[in-house]
């Protein structure tokens, strides 16, 4: 019984959908022959089994929408979105995000966790980057990293660092879900993590922001002035037109100072460490300490 109201309701949304391409709605009305294709596809016992044993065609509409439903329902992105907002990467980076595609890291063998922290010893290295998305066009993106908390004491407070920017990343369902980052010299290389000795954890965040047409290049020469310490991301972001609250993918670490951060600063930075910390507490009572109690 229930296999024939499936069959029939499919049976329906596809006669709806050859009735619609027949009138030449392929050009007008784009996402209905979309949305009617995915109605009439996703009950059906063998999409639901391709699905669940790792074998959809992400090419196919309907295997994208149960791909993004399964990101959205089983915990991924409010997991995520919940670590962004309680160790206030939002606001404190940018004043919203809405991922649109799953995006995660791993550091070696392993897959990490949002918000984790992850030994500085491990990221070293740049880290395997892995994206479904859910559109089936070749968009590009614009991969960014920075660091959330570097020390300013001149304004007593923290500033960011450009850690990692390459542009014109292509990336569709179709493609696959390791990222292969291309050869560009409109970027900047991977810097490793490098938290200073004395400050708090800091904050990793790695972006993908859809290029603002997203299918065209953009050409990042004209920035690669900007030193890593002076960036801005907000800056970046009003001044390449981009919308990370309009989609995109979000992922972000913490790292406290370990041994390796030293070795990060004489093999790799090249510079003297910097060290940091509360400056000594004036003991009011210091003079009187000294006195003698009794004559």
């Known amino acids: 019984m229930a296999l024939q109201i499936i069959k029939g309701d499919s049976k329906e949304r596809l006669e709806e959908l050859d009735c619609l391409r027949r009138e030449g709605a392929a050009s007008t009305q784009p996402s209905r022959l979309e949305q009617l294709e995915i109605l009439a596809e996703m009950n059906k016992p063998e999409i639901i089994w391709a699905f669940r044993h790792g074998k959809a065609d992400m090419a196919k509409p309907v295997f994208r929408h149960l791909a993004k439903r399964e990101w959205r329902e089983r915990g991924r992105l409010d997991r995520l979105m919940e670590r962004i907002h309680t160790m206030n990467v939002v606001p404190d980076l940018l004043p919203d995000l809405h991922p649109s595609i799953d995006l995660s890291l791993a550091f070696g063998p392993d897959e990490v966790e949002p918000g984790v922290f992850v030994d500085p010893i491990l990221t070293v290295q740049p ?24 020390p300013d004491p001149a304004r007593q407070s923290f500033r960011q660092c450009l850690h990692w920017l ?55 020469r004209s920035m690669l002035e900007t030193k890593r310490i002076a960036f801005s991301l907000r800056d970046f972001i009003k001044a390449w037109s981009f919308r990370p609250e309009a989609g995109g993918g979000a992922f972000f670490w913490r790292s406290v100072w370990s041994p390796a951060v030293t070795d990060i600063y004489r093999d790799i930075l090249r510079v003297p460490e910097p060290r940091y910390g509360r400056p000594p507490k004036e003991d009011r009572y210091e003079d009187v300490k000294r006195t003698r109690r009794y004559i």
């Open 166 to 220: 390459i542009p014109n990343i292509v990336i569709s369902s179709k493609s696959s879900s390791l990222v292969h980052l291309p050869a560009t010299q409109e970027g900047y290389n991977y810097l490793p993590p490098h938290p200073q000795i004395g400050t708090p954890y800091h904050r990793y965040c790695l972006l993908l922001l859809e290029n603002p047409n997203p299918h065209l290049a953009i050409d990042l």
């Open 127 to 150: 880290p395997r980057i892995r994206v479904n998305a859910f559109h089936g066009d070749e968009r590009y993106y614009t991969l960014v990293m920075v660091d959330l908390d570097v």
